[in-house]
Nanobody, 124 residues
């Protein structure tokens, strides 16, 4: 059974940084594009960042561009989200997801597998 397990969330002050990790198991990780999405209370789930299977293509939401960096280590079956200059509006549950794609996508419907999420809270 495919598992995606996020970690690294927590409470941080505005302007601070966090690094999220997502470890995958029971799938051929290097064949999957990976994405990060988030959902704040009372809001729709939204796209944050995505990376192609090779890491050669990355894609960001405008709201995080220049502050967040997605990367992956295929040898470790892990994808990362480095979050810098965090803002209170970044507060949400962050989910990683896996998709069989050529490239990267912001469309959640293209992602077949999802993690349980990790809470990120940014205080002002």
């Amino acid at each position: 059974q495919v598992q995606l397990v996020e970690s690294g969330g927590g409470l941080v002050q505005a302007g601070g940084s966090l690094r999220l990790s997502c470890a995958a198991s029971e799938l051929i990780f290097s064949r999957y594009a990976m994405g990060w999405f988030r959902q704040a209370p009372g809001k729709e789930r939204e796209f944050v960042a995505a990376i192609s299977w090779s890491g050669g293509v990355t894609y960001y939401a405008d709201s995080v561009k220049g502050r967040f960096t997605i990367s992956r280590a295929n040898a470790k079956n892990t994808v990362y989200l480095q979050m810098n200059s965090l803002k209170p509006e970044d507060t949400a549950v962050y989910y990683c997801a896996a998709a069989v794609l050529w490239g990267a996508s912001s469309n959640p419907e293209q992602y077949a597998y999802w993690g349980q999420g990790t809470q990120v809270t940014v205080s002002s």
